[in-house]
């Protein structure tokens, strides 16, 4: 009696998950693809004159206008988003030059960061692509470098306190050159 009740189970189970139990891979690929939709994408390039720049004005984006190039980019400034935004950067590098003489990446600081001592901590980190790792705690997010032609990636969840977060290459030289921005969150 006990085996009958232990068939009747099983065949119940797999009744169950042949009459659609679950989400199929079509349903779940498209779960995946409207959560990814919902994400703000921001193309940035960083090029050999050490600025983020965009191709175009996009919205929830402020850009300076003085990189004086013929690629008709301009410098990005500030970024403006809502408390609790996702946000993507996409960076992609323009430049002829090796990785090890000219690469980017974007690193957002926390609120209470003292930014010139990450920088000066960065230069010295070249083990770990110029992040200190002394000083990941104020990191809230991150790209890894990325070479002449190579794009790199993060997606974040914009902090949830108001208030201007700077960004920055972490690159030998790139802050200084003026290769940082301001996220507005309000």
Same mark, same amino acid.
């Given at each position: 009696?006990?085996?009958?009740? /232990?068939? *009747?189970?099983?065949?119940?189970? %797999? ?5 659609? &139990? &679950? ?6 690929? #498209? ?23 965009? $191709?175009? +004005?996009?919205? =929830?984006?402020?850009?300076? +206008?003085?990189? =004086? ?14 408390? &609790? ?6 960076? *992609? *590098? ?8 000219? #690469? ?17 901590? %960065? ?15 104020? /990191?809230? #997010? $991150?790209? $890894?470098?990325? =070479? ?29 050159? &003026? ?6 969150? $309000?």
């Amino acid at each position: 009696m006990k085996l009958t009740h /232990i068939f *009747t189970f099983i065949a119940f189970i %797999a009744l169950v998950g042949a009459c659609g &139990g &679950g989400e199929s891979s079509d349903q779940q690929q #498209a779960t995946q693809e409207e959560s990814t939709s919902d994400v703000r994408t921001i193309e940035i390039i960083g090029i050999d004159a050490m600025k983020f720049a965009v $191709e175009s +004005d996009a919205e =929830g984006i402020s850009v300076v +206008d003085d990189l =004086g190039s013929s690629d008709e980019l301009v410098r990005l400034e500030t970024i403006s988003a809502q408390p &609790g935004e996702e946000i993507r950067i996409e960076l *992609t *590098t323009r430049s002829q030059l090796p990785a090890t003489a000219m #690469a980017h990446n974007w690193v957002l600081l926390s609120l209470d960061s003292d930014t010139k001592a990450f920088i000066n901590a %960065a230069v010295q980190a070249k083990e770990n692509d110029y992040i200190p790792q002394d000083m990941t705690d104020q /990191i809230i #997010a $991150e790209t $890894e470098l990325a =070479g002449g032609g190579e794009t790199v990636s993060v997606t974040f969840t914009v902090p949830e306190t108001p208030g201007e977060y700077e960004y920055v290459c972490s690159f030998p030289g790139h802050y200084s050159a &003026g290769m940082r921005g301001t996220l507005v969150v $309000e």
